[in-house]
């Protein structure tokens, strides 16, 4: 396959002119090395996305690189027998725009370590519907179920619902077998949240609780947004019920006690999808292509864009106004 000599790639700087981000055109030299060179055709749009695109996280750590956590495409070329020229694979998190080239450019060169080949059911498209938003909500689970989470706990509590890992948490974690409560901000999202398997939609006020201990409510959780809400998720959580922190969009701190540890023995889970261990994360993408898969995948893809439309997405997220996942058409 012939590998074009140049292509669009959506680049982040931080030099003496400052940080900054935009189309360029470059070639596969620009690229970090690699042994395989995939033909990108899709990729997404996650928070880290958006931080890094805009500068208003430190995520990547040199400069400049293409950004992008997500890819997926088709392999052009590989030193790693493992691959060959036209296998489907994906990759997520690894490192992507962080350390080293992302997946919002024409063509990546990847570390072969981390490439994933497509699970049989699964499509190029429907891994980037997923892609580290899924990843991630599917890892909680993971994590969850390890610790012996049980649907007798009661129902999964799901914060940031409406957003790219809060929705697919909703539909994975209803799939296997969950009652779901969705909380959300947009109480005008509510049909949306029902429409891929929450039971129930909750305002953002049912964990505004300041109180070390509350009365039950939920069996457990995965809290994207960090802060007070998660503090009174562990408030309400019942006996040995699990809660999964994954993010932070409103915050990095933790106002709790220990109370919800010692006293109902509650587990708090950390869940950091980007260095997740080969092994895991091939379970994972097996559980993602199978039982996991999310049945309103095409529901939860709310918007289609090409590389020129990025920046008018991240401000929409940073902003938490957006909802659903962004996919990004590369190819
Ligand atoms: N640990 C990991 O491995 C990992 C992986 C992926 C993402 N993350 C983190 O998980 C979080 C969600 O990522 P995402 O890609 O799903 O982002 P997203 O699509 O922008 O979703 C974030 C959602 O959080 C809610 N929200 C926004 N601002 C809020 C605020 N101030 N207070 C309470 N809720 C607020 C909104 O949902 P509602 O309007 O429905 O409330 C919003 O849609 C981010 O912090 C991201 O960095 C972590």
Not at 71 to 77: C, N, R
């Amino acid at each position: 396959m012939t590998i074009a000599e140049n292509f669009s790639a959506f680049r982040i700087h931080d030099d003496q002119a400052g940080y900054r981000s935009g189309i360029e055109s470059i070639s596969l030299d620009d690229l970090n090395p690699g042994e395989v060179v995939i033909r990108t055709a899709w990729s997404s749009v996650n928070f880290k996305d958006a931080l890094a695109g805009t500068g208003q996280g430190k995520i990547l750590r040199r400069f400049p690189l293409v950004g992008g956590i997500d890819v997926a495409g088709h392999v052009v070329a590989s030193t790693d027998k493992a691959f060959k020229e036209g296998d489907p694979v994906l990759v997520t998190g690894s490192g992507l725009s962080e350390t080293r080239d992302g997946g919002y450019a024409g063509y990546a060169r990847l570390d072969s370590r981390w490439v994933i080949p497509m699970p049989s059911g699964l499509d190029l498209r429907e891994s980037m519907i997923l892609g580290t938003a899924g990843f991630t909500a599917a890892l909680a689970l993971y994590r969850m179920l390890e610790n012996r989470q049980t649907p007798a706990h009661g129902p999964l509590a799901v914060t940031g619902a409406t957003g790219g890992v809060g929705s697919l948490a909703v539909d994975i974690f209803s799939s296997a077998g969950f009652e779901v409560h969705a909380i959300s901000g947009k109480a005008d999202q509510a049909d949306y949240l029902k429409s891929i398997g929450a039971s129930q939609v909750l305002g953002r006020e049912a964990l505004a609780s300041t109180r070390p201990m509350e009365s039950v409510r939920f069996g457990g959780g995965l809290d994207n947004v960090g802060g007070g809400m998660l503090a009174s998720l562990l408030a309400q959580t019942a006996p040995y019920g699990n809660v999964a922190s994954a993010g932070l969009v409103a915050g990095h701190d933790l106002p709790a006690t220990v109370m919800p540890f010692i006293i109902r023995g509650v587990s708090l889970l950390g869940v950091a999808s980007a260095g997740t261990a080969r092994s895991v994360r091939d379970d994972i993408w097996r559980h993602l292509a199978d039982d996991w898969k999310p049945a309103h995948l095409e529901t939860i893809c709310t918007r289609e864009i090409t590389l020129e439309g990025l920046p008018g997405v991240f401000n929409g997220m940073l902003s938490g106004a957006s909802f659903g996942r962004t996919l990004v058409r590369i190819g």
